[in-house]
């Protein structure tokens, strides 16, 4: 019989092993505090239930389902110094490897060499932890192994709506994050509402662009993981992106020692645009901004100042 496996006791990995509301191992760095007080330091108000079995280093069956809600620059590492191959593994983080390029199931398949899925959209971490309802895309090729995945982690409060296309899941996630830096920049520069307003929308113009490019499938783009995830990140102060946005913004430094997926993957997007020809201004912006290769200054001429032409172009 297959075992849940949730790797990754962050924020994230913790509230989603919460949410599945059915026994599983729980398993990240530092597990021991964890064990000892069967509570998270990233959710320190949630008391982890007795069914959740919390393990250092689980072991991996041919039958079991990984959950990977691992930094996705960190993916491959992680992946590397595992024992054992599951049934399924399945993507719950957001973004582009900088160093490769790949989506997070490309560097699954390469390493583990598994059935891969994705799970992604509008969520944080304090929403599910307390029970909230909250509605993601599971994508998945194989839609048969995906209807089972699906069955397996749908609870009361989770609910998981199946797709067969995890290009458009994986890049809806990840490109999200890097409007929602931009936006984060924009509000936290002072430049108004009616200004992120329209880099969300002209955000979401470059993300099709890039990901129909891609293959991904238009109608993947307009649901959870894609506009659903954008409108949640770019507008909500719970977002690590839009967070580190605004503090850029305000001319202040970002907080250290939290995950913002978009700093890479806005540098990995820009490498795959000029790859393939396709005009990302925005992504541009943010990947030059995060680098230091521009100023703040010339980050917010750049976002808003553009050629005059008809909407469909831009």
Do not use: W
Request: hydrophobic letters at 40%; charged letters at 20%.
């Amino acid at each position: 019989m297959s075992k849940i496996i949730v790797a990754g006791a962050g924020a994230f990995g913790t509230a989603l092993a919460l949410a599945i509301e059915r026994p599983l191992t729980l398993t990240g760095r530092n597990m021991a505090p964890i064990i000892e007080t069967r509570r998270s330091p990233r959710l320190p108000d949630v008391h982890l239930p007795e069914h959740m079995t919390l393990d250092s280093q689980p072991k991996i069956e041919p039958e079991d389902i990984l959950l990977l809600a691992i930094p996705m620059q960190a993916l491959a590492s992680y992946l590397g110094g595992i024992s054992g191959t599951p049934k399924a593994a399945i993507a719950c983080c957001k973004g582009i490897e900088l160093s490769t390029t790949r989506r997070p199931t490309d560097v699954i398949s390469d390493t583990l060499g598994c059935s891969t899925a994705v799970l992604t959209g509008p969520s944080f971490a304090n929403d599910i932890s307390q029970g909230k309802p909250t509605a993601l895309t599971l994508a998945c090729t194989d839609e048969a192994l995906g209807r089972d995945l699906q069955n397996a982690l749908t609870s009361d409060t989770l609910r998981l709506y199946l797709s067969t296309d995890p290009v458009g899941a994986e890049l809806g996630g990840a490109l999200k994050n890097v409007i929602a830096i931009a936006c984060g920049i924009c509000m936290g520069a002072g430049l108004g509402e009616s200004a992120r307003a329209a880099l969300m929308t002209r955000g979401m113009a470059e993300t099709n662009r890039l990901a129909l490019k891609l293959g991904a499938r238009q109608e993947t783009l307009q649901g959870l993981s894609g506009f659903g995830d954008l409108a949640l990140t770019c507008t909500s102060a719970q977002s690590r992106n839009y967070a580190f946005g605004h503090a850029l913004g305000a001319g202040e430094t970002p907080p250290e020692g939290k995950t913002v997926e978009g700093r890479a993957t806005a540098q990995a997007t820009l490498e795959l645009a000029l790859k393939h020809n396709i005009e990302m201004p925005i992504t541009k912006v943010v990947a030059g901004l995060v680098s230091d290769e521009i100023s703040l200054p010339q980050a917010l001429d750049q976002l808003l100042s553009r050629p005059l032409k008809s909407e469909q172009e831009d």
